[in-house]
């Protein structure tokens, strides 16, 4: 376990400087000069080169890449060009919402999902099957912008029962716990769906396994057969795409942000793409990246931790 | 009249297919005295795992029993509930699977697996786990405590398939069903697995149901044998009857094509030409009538009755009922 560990962790902090080394290569090959666009259109040659020895263009690439590495490791991702704040603290300022939303999405949808699915495939072609699989590609096809609007038009605008726009008032849990139901709502809703159809279709896999009729042969009460037979092998396939959607969600909960005018990861990198603001561009897409890569590496852990095998394919 | 410990009688099963009912068993029936072990021998599709299947009750779903019933000493298991029949299951009587590689669960220790087949048992976990390991031992798995924490896959195929028969007699049962036990396993492995589990078979006293394909296995192991032919009985008796004596047509091939049995060198293995028969429309002769060298038009149109050759050994076949001194 301990060397599945290591080495799991030893590739996740490769593929992250991988990332950034390709993100730094990228905003390099952008034609146009940073200099130029910190500084507008209006700023002298002389400021320009100032400013780029200030930044550091004026070294080769590699010394650039190395810089841009210590900075990064030392938590420094540059100044916001407007306020010239620190990116890294806008960020986490922003990041605590996002992840909250995120968690809470997923979280709901997996505890409606995986049970959804796990009956369904015990009670394989029978009414609670079928309508399961309408109400699980039902709510797969809807996009979450919809759920967004319609849920806004009706517990909002209709009924006045939640609160439309912004995160709450910071310390008052209750208030933030309102202003997530309709968000979480509009990003979980989809998630139940794909869970609740990988769980099911594993599910069905797993019961259909000679290990399982073994353990029917020696009679074993049902419970344990689902639950402590099954279930832990059918889920492993689930924990992988929580981790991916968990990652995914980190720029993905985007819409739901704007259309509730929520604070968070995914409405910053907008905000800040649409007013050019590179260096939050790109602190941003760091840190989602950094986080998408422990996510899945935790996905893996818990992974490694049900199922032996995995520990020792590592 | 010997004590049975299982008694299959008259029994048929169906099975729903899209082209209409396969039927699968047609009037099986066969017996298992106290103490003693019966082997199963058929080609693939003769319908040995079908009938396992309805001994132990766990058919699949577009099975349906048409006819008769089995009988596990006084009970008769059709009639059980749900329930009852899941108490039997683990406790009355136990099963070794063929395929030893994926008949266990890969994500549960063995020690894990071998003490939650006792969970009738009211003893500690400890006491579980010391009976799992002292089983183990029996089936030579050396240093069984410590391989209690491993899983499947750290295990060889003949290891595992000796963890397979020690969880089934782990449970102490009246009849042991092992389906193709040493299939998977080689030949120096398959001949130690055999002669471990009649020593334990004769020092725990339970029955034995043994299914294979390898008649060496068969004649080793088991004192009656019933040989098996697409969905129905054509012959059982005695492992030195059906060897020394065999008397339906069917099984005499079966022995001729036993690799063991050739004595000159040949370029081409004996077989039995022609294939199963299709058994959505059964046959209204004799069910081997088509492979059979000896059939006659009458074998083509009436289907044989049973002829008691011995005490316990008997066959279906007009051959033995026109002249029984043919065969017999």
Known sequence: MWFFLVKRCGLGVLIVCLAVTALYLMIHSIPGDPASIILGPRATEEMKAALAVKMGLDQPILIQLFNFFKDVFQGDLGFDVFSQRPVIDIIMEQLPHTLILILVSIMWAAAIGIPLGCYSAIYQNSLFDKISAILSVGTIAIPSFV?????????????????????????????????????????GLGWVGYISRLVRSSMLETLGANH???????????????????LRIAILPTITLLGVGVGYLLSGALFAEIVFARPGIGKLIFDAVSTRNYPIVMGSVLITTILFVIVTTLADFVNALLDPRIRAHA | MTELILDVHDLSIDYRTPRGKLKALRNINMQIPKGKIV??????????????????????????????GVKLAEDELFNLSKKQMQALRGDRFSMVFQDPMTSLNPVVSIGNQMIDIQYRDKISKKEKAAKAAAMLDKVGIPDPESRLSQYPHEFSGGMLQRIAIAMALLVEPELLIADEPTTALDATLEVQIIYRLKELQASQGCSILFI????????????????????????????RDIFHNPSHPYTQKLLQCDPAAIKQKTR???????????????????????????????????????????????????????????YA
């Open chain 1, 212 to 230: 399982i009729r073994t353990a029917r042969a020696f009679g074993l009460p049902e419970r344990v057969i689902i639950y402590r037979y099954s």
């Open chain 2, 212 to 239: 294979s394909h390898h008649l060496g296995v068969i004649a080793e192991l088991c004192d009656e044998v019933v040989v098996m032919y697409s969905g129905e009985v054509v012959e059982k008796g005695s492992v």
């Open chain 2, 268 to 326: 081409d293995l004996p077989t039995i030409l022609g294939s199963l028969p299709d058994l959505i429309e059964v046959p209204k002769g004799c069910i081997f009538a088509e492979r059979c060298d000896s059939a006659s038009a009458n074998c083509h149109e009436n289907k044989p009755k049973v002829s008691q050759l011995n005490d316990n050994h008997m066959a279906s076949c007009h051959l033995l009922n026109e002249a029984g001194a043919l």
């Open chain 2, 39 to 68: 082997g199963i021998v058929g080609e693939s599709g003769c319908g040995k795992s079908t009938l396992i299947g309805a001994i132990i009750n766990l058919l699949a779903s577009n099975a349906e029993v048409t006819k008769g």
């Open chain 1, 147 to 187: 759920v967004a609007i319609y849920g806004l038009l009706i517990f909002s605008v209709t009924l006045r029962w939640l609160p439309a726009i912004g995160a709450g008032d910071s310390g008052d849990i209750a208030d933030q716990l309102t202003h997530l139901i309709l968000p979480s709502l509009a990003v």
